[in-house]
Protein backbone atom coordinates (compact mmCIF):
# COMPACT_ATOMS: atom_id res chain seq x y z
CA UNK A 1 0.00 0.00 0.00
CA UNK A 2 1.71 3.21 -1.32
CA UNK A 3 1.36 6.02 1.66
CA UNK A 4 0.70 9.18 -0.04
CA UNK A 5 1.03 12.63 2.14
CA UNK A 6 -1.14 15.81 0.42
CA UNK A 7 -1.14 19.16 1.51
CA UNK A 8 -0.82 22.72 0.89
CA UNK A 9 1.21 25.04 2.52
CA UNK A 10 2.05 28.74 2.57
CA UNK A 11 5.64 29.89 1.52
CA UNK A 12 6.29 30.23 5.68
CA UNK A 13 5.36 26.38 6.27
CA UNK A 14 1.64 27.82 7.53
CA UNK A 15 -1.21 24.73 6.97
CA UNK A 16 -3.79 26.10 8.73
CA UNK A 17 -5.21 29.16 10.94
CA UNK A 18 -7.92 28.49 13.98
CA UNK A 19 -8.51 25.19 12.39
CA UNK A 20 -9.60 26.23 8.77
CA UNK A 21 -7.31 26.29 5.70
CA UNK A 22 -6.31 29.98 5.39
CA UNK A 23 -6.81 30.82 2.04
CA UNK A 24 -9.47 30.00 -0.20
CA UNK A 25 -7.95 28.74 -3.44
CA UNK A 26 -10.24 26.84 -6.22
CA UNK A 27 -7.70 25.40 -7.84
CA UNK A 28 -6.13 23.72 -5.26
CA UNK A 29 -9.70 22.73 -3.93
CA UNK A 30 -10.22 20.67 -7.60
CA UNK A 31 -6.63 19.30 -7.94
CA UNK A 32 -6.68 18.00 -4.29
CA UNK A 33 -10.04 16.03 -5.35
CA UNK A 34 -8.24 14.68 -8.31
CA UNK A 35 -5.03 13.32 -6.13
CA UNK A 36 -7.68 11.67 -3.82
CA UNK A 37 -9.61 10.12 -5.97
CA UNK A 38 -9.66 5.93 -5.63
CA UNK A 39 -8.10 6.49 -2.54
CA UNK A 40 -8.49 5.57 1.01
CA UNK A 41 -8.29 8.70 3.47
CA UNK A 42 -6.47 8.92 6.42
CA UNK A 43 -6.70 12.41 8.72
CA UNK A 44 -6.49 13.74 11.88
CA UNK A 45 -9.45 14.22 14.03
CA UNK A 46 -9.51 17.88 14.30
CA UNK A 47 -9.29 18.21 10.09
CA UNK A 48 -12.02 15.72 9.92
CA UNK A 49 -14.43 17.68 11.91
CA UNK A 50 -13.08 20.91 10.24
CA UNK A 51 -15.59 22.49 7.50
CA UNK A 52 -14.16 21.33 4.75
CA UNK A 53 -14.19 17.66 6.15
CA UNK A 54 -17.62 17.10 5.36
CA UNK A 55 -17.16 17.08 1.81
CA UNK A 56 -13.90 15.12 1.36
CA UNK A 57 -15.03 12.51 3.25
CA UNK A 58 -18.32 11.40 1.84
CA UNK A 59 -18.60 8.18 -0.18
CA UNK A 60 -14.89 7.43 0.02
CA UNK A 61 -13.32 5.23 2.47
CA UNK A 62 -11.51 6.88 5.30
CA UNK A 63 -10.16 6.49 9.06
CA UNK A 64 -9.93 8.82 11.94
CA UNK A 65 -6.48 9.18 14.61
CA UNK A 66 -8.18 10.17 17.36
CA UNK A 67 -7.55 9.27 21.73
CA UNK A 68 -11.07 9.29 22.00
CA UNK A 69 -12.55 5.82 22.79
CA UNK A 70 -16.01 5.25 21.46
CA UNK A 71 -15.38 7.67 18.67
CA UNK A 72 -17.37 6.93 15.20
CA UNK A 73 -17.07 8.92 12.48
CA UNK A 74 -20.12 8.37 10.27
CA UNK A 75 -19.56 6.31 7.47
CA UNK A 76 -15.37 5.82 8.29
CA UNK A 77 -13.64 4.25 11.35
CA UNK A 78 -11.81 4.78 13.93
CA UNK A 79 -8.21 4.23 15.00
CA UNK A 80 -6.23 5.56 18.28
CA UNK A 81 -2.23 5.79 16.42
CA UNK A 82 -1.31 6.61 13.04
CA UNK A 83 0.14 2.96 12.89
CA UNK A 84 -3.41 1.50 13.86
CA UNK A 85 -4.95 4.13 11.13
CA UNK A 86 -2.60 2.49 8.68
CA UNK A 87 -3.03 -0.67 9.77
CA UNK A 88 -6.32 -0.64 9.54
CA UNK A 89 -6.34 0.70 5.78
CA UNK A 90 -4.37 -2.00 5.12
CA UNK A 91 -7.01 -4.63 6.41
CA UNK A 92 -9.46 -3.03 4.25
CA UNK A 93 -7.58 -3.60 1.22
CA UNK A 94 -6.45 -0.06 0.20
CA UNK A 95 -3.98 0.18 -2.37
CA UNK A 96 -3.06 4.00 -1.85
CA UNK A 97 -3.17 5.80 1.23
CA UNK A 98 -4.22 9.60 1.08
CA UNK A 99 -2.96 11.24 4.46
CA UNK A 100 -4.27 14.10 4.53
CA UNK A 101 -3.01 16.03 7.87
CA UNK A 102 -3.38 18.26 9.89
CA UNK A 103 0.24 19.43 11.16
CA UNK A 104 0.26 17.24 13.80
CA UNK A 105 -0.62 13.96 11.26
CA UNK A 106 1.40 14.98 8.98
CA UNK A 107 4.65 15.30 11.91
CA UNK A 108 4.19 11.83 12.83
CA UNK A 109 3.39 10.85 8.99
CA UNK A 110 6.41 12.16 7.38
CA UNK A 111 8.58 9.09 8.62
CA UNK A 112 6.57 6.96 6.66
CA UNK A 113 5.51 8.58 3.81
CA UNK A 114 6.31 7.28 0.04
CA UNK A 115 5.35 10.18 -1.51
CA UNK A 116 4.66 13.62 -0.98
CA UNK A 117 2.47 16.35 -3.20
CA UNK A 118 2.47 19.62 -1.77
CA UNK A 119 0.97 22.54 -2.87
CA UNK A 120 2.69 25.56 -2.34
CA UNK A 121 0.65 28.70 -2.03
CA UNK A 122 2.79 31.28 -2.61
CA UNK A 123 2.41 33.90 -0.09
CA UNK A 124 3.34 34.14 3.62
CA UNK A 125 0.70 33.90 6.10
CA UNK A 126 0.77 35.59 9.59
CA UNK A 127 -0.68 34.36 12.49
CA UNK A 128 -0.88 30.77 11.34
CA UNK A 129 -1.28 27.76 14.09
CA UNK A 130 -0.48 24.63 12.33
CA UNK A 131 2.34 24.00 10.37
CA UNK A 132 3.80 21.27 7.86
CA UNK A 133 7.44 20.17 8.60
CA UNK A 134 10.53 20.58 6.91
CA UNK A 135 10.96 18.52 3.79
CA UNK A 136 14.58 17.68 4.40
CA UNK A 137 15.84 17.00 0.78
CA UNK A 138 18.37 13.86 2.00
CA UNK A 139 15.08 12.08 2.45
CA UNK A 140 13.18 13.49 -0.62
CA UNK A 141 13.82 14.34 -4.06
CA UNK A 142 11.23 16.38 -5.83
CA UNK A 143 10.58 15.22 -9.17
CA UNK A 144 7.76 17.25 -10.88
CA UNK A 145 6.56 21.03 -10.25
CA UNK A 146 3.91 22.47 -11.99
CA UNK A 147 3.74 26.57 -11.73
CA UNK A 148 0.62 28.87 -11.80
CA UNK A 149 -0.05 32.54 -11.64
CA UNK A 150 -2.75 34.07 -9.81
CA UNK A 151 -6.31 34.90 -11.42
CA UNK A 152 -9.24 35.95 -11.02
CA UNK A 153 -10.42 32.74 -8.58
CA UNK A 154 -6.97 32.38 -7.30
CA UNK A 155 -5.43 35.53 -5.22
CA UNK A 156 -1.91 33.71 -4.47
CA UNK A 157 0.41 32.03 -7.59
CA UNK A 158 0.92 28.60 -6.68
CA UNK A 159 2.89 25.43 -7.48
CA UNK A 160 2.12 21.75 -7.11
CA UNK A 161 4.74 20.07 -6.26
CA UNK A 162 5.64 16.35 -5.68
CA UNK A 163 8.32 14.26 -4.01
CA UNK A 164 9.55 10.90 -3.59
CA UNK A 165 11.35 9.33 -0.77
CA UNK A 166 15.18 8.49 -1.10
CA UNK A 167 16.02 7.84 2.08
N1 LIG B 1 -3.43 23.04 4.19
C1 LIG B 1 -3.67 21.73 4.28
O1 LIG B 1 -3.30 20.96 3.39
C2 LIG B 1 -4.40 21.20 5.47
C3 LIG B 1 -4.79 19.85 5.50
C4 LIG B 1 -5.46 19.38 6.64
C5 LIG B 1 -5.70 20.24 7.69
N2 LIG B 1 -5.31 21.54 7.63
C6 LIG B 1 -5.52 22.45 8.75
O2 LIG B 1 -4.77 21.95 9.87
C7 LIG B 1 -5.42 22.35 11.07
C8 LIG B 1 -5.67 21.10 11.92
O3 LIG B 1 -4.42 20.49 12.22
P1 LIG B 1 -4.05 20.06 13.75
O4 LIG B 1 -2.58 19.75 13.80
O5 LIG B 1 -4.59 21.10 14.66
O6 LIG B 1 -4.94 18.76 13.99
P2 LIG B 1 -5.04 17.33 13.25
O7 LIG B 1 -3.66 16.82 12.96
O8 LIG B 1 -6.01 17.41 12.14
O9 LIG B 1 -5.76 16.45 14.39
C9 LIG B 1 -5.19 16.37 15.67
C10 LIG B 1 -5.95 15.33 16.44
O10 LIG B 1 -5.65 14.03 15.93
C11 LIG B 1 -5.61 13.11 16.99
N3 LIG B 1 -4.26 12.57 17.09
C12 LIG B 1 -3.09 13.13 16.68
N4 LIG B 1 -2.07 12.29 16.90
C13 LIG B 1 -2.59 11.19 17.47
C14 LIG B 1 -2.03 9.96 17.92
N5 LIG B 1 -0.72 9.70 17.83
N6 LIG B 1 -2.85 9.03 18.45
C15 LIG B 1 -4.19 9.24 18.54
N7 LIG B 1 -4.80 10.40 18.11
C16 LIG B 1 -3.99 11.35 17.59
C17 LIG B 1 -6.04 13.85 18.23
O11 LIG B 1 -7.47 13.77 18.24
P3 LIG B 1 -8.37 13.84 19.58
O12 LIG B 1 -8.23 15.24 20.07
O13 LIG B 1 -9.74 13.48 19.12
O14 LIG B 1 -7.77 12.81 20.53
C18 LIG B 1 -5.59 15.27 17.92
O15 LIG B 1 -6.28 16.26 18.66
C19 LIG B 1 -6.72 23.04 10.64
O16 LIG B 1 -6.48 24.44 10.61
C20 LIG B 1 -6.95 22.53 9.23
O17 LIG B 1 -7.70 23.44 8.44
C21 LIG B 1 -4.68 22.02 6.53
Known amino acids: MEKLIIAAKSD ?4 GKNGELPWHMPADLDFFSRQI ?3 YLLSGRRSYESEQGETIFK ?3 FVVITRQE ?7 RAAHSLEEGIATAEADGARRLCILGGGEIY ?3 LPVADRLIITEVHTVVEGGDAFFPD ?3 EHWKEYKRE ?5 SRNPYDYSFVFYTRIG
Open 147 to 151: SHKKD
Open 59 to 61: DKP
Open 12 to 15: NGVI
Open 135 to 137: INP
Open 37 to 39: EGG
Open 70 to 76: GYQPKGG
Open 107 to 109: RQA
